[in-house]
């Protein structure tokens, strides 16, 4: 079967840094996506992790463990529009992509 | 155009009634997705086409939902006798095919089923 696990929700405070992690078993891996959706708007994308190790874009990061089937975004110095739900998405074999529930995070002041 | 396009934007339709929905990938883009978002959900995945391989419909919830992508292009999703629980936002979304490549998605139709 396929599972992408993360959790339903996080606060967090402006300014502050977030670490939101996602678990997966899926058969086949071709790898790890995460993707930004602010409330009805579509996904946008934000990184991507086939090998492992970490991958470091601005104020956002990603970091993936194969062996662990385990990867978090990191995001630093949070800002109140970062507030937005967080989807990790694996690719599986054929290039299917399949994406978790998504964790709503929420930054106040 | 510059991105994926998805119409129409919203649709409100009667129970029992059949609907479609039209997503124009970018041009070039020879893989495509279709999701489904119910509200303050996650992706759910219903078909992926790839050039001119079978589609995978491994995610279609029940017969009455079918896609086609006619000349590697635009692609239609039909929803048959649609039911109050098929409400949700449909996205669609394309990519380069072959090596793994970022989506990019429509902006999606929320359909709504009275």
């Given at each position: 079967g396929q599972n992408i696990d993360q959790p339903t929700e996080m606060t967090a405070t402006e300014g502050a840094i977030v670490q939101i992690n996602c678990t997966y078993q899926t058969s086949g891996f071709n790898g790890l996506f995460w993707y930004q959706q602010h409330a009805g708007e579509a996904p946008t994308f934000l990184s991507y992790n086939v090998l492992d190790g970490l991958e470091e874009k601005g104020r956002f990061s990603s970091f993936l463990s194969r062996s662990k089937g385990y990867s978090y975004l990191l995001l630093k110095e949070l800002q109140m529009k970062d507030s937005a739900s967080y989807l990790c998405a694996v690719m599986g074999g054929y290039n299917k992509l399949i994406f978790g529930a998504g964790t709503r995070l929420a930054v106040h002041p | 155009?510059?991105?994926?396009?998805?119409?129409?934007?919203?649709?409100?339709?009667?129970?029992?009634?059949?609907?479609?929905?039209?997503?124009?990938?970018?041009?070039?883009?020879?893989?495509?997705?279709?999701?489904?978002?119910?509200?303050?959900?996650?992706?759910?995945?219903?078909?992926?086409?790839?050039?001119?391989?079978?589609?995978?419909?491994?995610?279609?919830?029940?017969?009455?939902?079918?896609?086609?992508?006619?000349?590697?292009?635009?692609?239609?999703?039909?929803?048959?006798?649609?039911?109050?629980?098929?409400?949700?936002?449909?996205?669609?979304?394309?990519?380069?095919?072959?090596?793994?490549?970022?989506?990019f998605f429509g902006p999606g139709t929320r359909l709504t089923v009275l």
């Amino acid at each position: 079967g396929q599972n992408i696990d993360q959790p339903t929700e996080m606060t967090a405070t402006e300014g502050a840094i977030v670490q939101i992690n996602c678990t997966y078993q899926t058969s086949g891996f071709n790898g790890l996506f995460w993707y930004q959706q602010h409330a009805g708007e579509a996904p946008t994308f934000l990184s991507y992790n086939v090998l492992d190790g970490l991958e470091e874009k601005g104020r956002f990061s990603s970091f993936l463990s194969r062996s662990k089937g385990y990867s978090y975004l990191l995001l630093k110095e949070l800002q109140m529009k970062d507030s937005a739900s967080y989807l990790c998405a694996v690719m599986g074999g054929y290039n299917k992509l399949i994406f978790g529930a998504g964790t709503r995070l929420a930054v106040h002041p | 155009g510059a991105g994926v396009s998805q119409s129409p934007s919203n649709k409100v339709t009667e129970k029992g009634k059949d609907v479609e929905l039209r997503c124009d990938p970018i041009s070039g883009h020879t893989a495509l997705y279709w999701y489904r978002q119910s509200l303050g959900q996650g992706l759910e995945f219903l078909i992926y086409f790839q050039g001119n391989s079978a589609p995978d419909k491994s995610g279609l919830p029940s017969d009455r939902f079918s896609a086609e992508r006619t000349g590697g292009s635009v692609s239609t999703l039909t929803i048959q006798r649609t039911q109050q629980e098929d409400s949700a936002v449909y996205l669609c979304a394309s990519t380069l095919g072959g090596a793994v490549n970022e989506q990019f998605f429509g902006p999606g139709t929320r359909l709504t089923v009275l």
